[in-house]
Each structure stands twice: as structure tokens, then as C-alpha cells.
């Protein structure tokens, strides 16, 4: 027979195993209501493998220290700064780019011409100028 109600020790103790048996009977509805394996597989929670579950652990190791190698890979095959600027794929102001290539787009030449004839040019630039007179 049961320890009467008003008991602190019953009531509490009735009050436990309601609540396991709570607990209990929830964590039952969740494992019947739980997901097929090909289910979590689709939503990419298990990974589709046919390893045995001992070696899934290395695989997966296995499987990223090869995707590393590859981005490390390719990472090093692609080009620099300066091969982006010379395809005009990053862009620069033109006499940085002017400098960087060692190349002039025919507008900065022409106008670098124009200066250097009516001797206007700066210093640095004038000195640059030395072959611009004859082109005339």
C-alpha cells in the first residue's frame, strides 16, 4: 500500500516517477516518429558510406585531408597581383599600372609627349622625356 499523500517524502517521490514516466513516454514518441537512415542521409546528416562504422571516423578524416591537399593545390596554381593587373582583371590607376607592367595605354603616353614638347613636364617626369622630342 502506498505512503499517504500529505507524507513530503511520498509526495515527493510521486511526483519523480510522474516525471519519468513522463520523460519516458516522450522519449518513446520521439524513437518511433525518428527518421529513416536514407532520410538523414539525404538531409545530410549521415554521410552514405559503406565503411564499417569502426573506420568511419578515419574516412571522413581521409576525406578532408584530400580536400586540403586540393584547395592547397590549387590555391598555388592561382595567379598573382601582378598577373591580374596585366590581364586587367584587378584594377589600378593607370601610372601605377603604368609602373607595375612597364607599359603605357596610349593616352597617358601621348598626353606624358605633350608636356614633355612644351616643357612643362616635372622633373621626374622630364627625365623621362628623352626620347620624346623627335617623336614629333
Known amino acids: 500500500m502506498p505512503p499517504p499523500l500529505k507524507s513530503p517524502a511520498a509526495f515527493h517521490e510521486q511526483r519523480r516517477s510522474l516525471e519519468r514516466a513522463r ?12 527518421p529513416e537512415r536514407s532520410e538523414l542521409v ?5 554521410e552514405e558510406t559503406s565503411a564499417e562504422p569502426s573506420l568511419q571516423a578515419k ?3 581521409l576525406k578532408r585531408a584530400r580536400l586540403a591537399d586540393d584547395l592547397n593545390e590549387k590555391i598555388a ?3 598573382g597581383p601582378m598577373e ?4 586587367n582583371i584587378l584594377p589600378v590607376e593607370s601610372s601605377l ?5 612597364g607599359e603605357e595605354d ?15 613636364g616635372e622633373g621626374s617626369l622630364r ?4 626620347g620624346c622630342v623627335n617623336l614629333g
Open 23 to 34: 520523460t519516458e513516454d516522450y522519449l518513446k514518441r520521439k524513437i518511433r516518429s525518428r
Open 42 to 46: 539525404r538531409m545530410h546528416i549521415l
Open 59 to 61: 574516412q571522413l578524416k
Open 77 to 79: 596554381q592561382r595567379p
Open 84 to 87: 591580374l593587373v596585366e590581364k
Open 97 to 101: 599600372k603604368e609602373a607595375i607592367i
Open 106 to 120: 596610349p593616352a597617358t603616353l601621348h598626353e606624358r609627349q605633350l608636356r614633355c614638347r612644351r616643357g612643362d
Open 127 to 130: 627625365a623621362s622625356c628623352t
